[in-house]
């Protein structure tokens, strides 16, 4: 069974800085894309920001510039760091990780979510 660990949230004034930690564990053959999302009351789940395996990464297009997404191979551990947050930043932030386990196919696992508040 896999699970995703969530940490860094938190309340911070428009203008600071916070970072995110996902650390991945359990029966993990390889990770294909580990990646964050976020979600506020009453709206979709939408991407934020993802990696591959390879390093490739992608970002919503109002983060850009302000977060960065990276990852640690050997410890299985995505961070986000956001900087410049705005209160439109204010959501919960899922973990979100596709990878190989036990079985054939690839197997995605979601985290418990992290609450970001940014103050104006």
């Known amino acids: 069974q896999v699970q995703l660990v969530e940490s860094g949230g938190g309340l911070v004034q428009a203008g600071g800085s916070l970072r995110l930690s996902c650390v991945a564990s359990?029966?993990?053959?390889?990770?294909?894309?580990m990646g964050w999302y976020r979600q506020t009351p009453g709206k979709q789940r939408e991407l934020v920001a993802v990696i591959t395996s390879s390093g490739d990464t992608n970002y919503a297009d109002s983060v850009k510039g302000r977060f960065t997404i990276s990852k640690d191979n050997a410890k299985n551990t995505a961070n986000l760091q956001m900087n410049s947050l705005e209160p439109d930043d204010t959501a919960v932030y899922y973990c979100?990780?596709?990878?190989?386990?036990?079985?054939?196919?690839?197997?995605?696992?979601w985290g418990q979510g992290t609450q970001v508040t940014v103050s104006s």
């Open positions: 979100h990780v596709n990878f190989y386990g036990r079985a054939l196919w690839r197997e995605v696992a």
């Open positions: 359990g029966r993990i053959s390889s990770i294909n894309t």
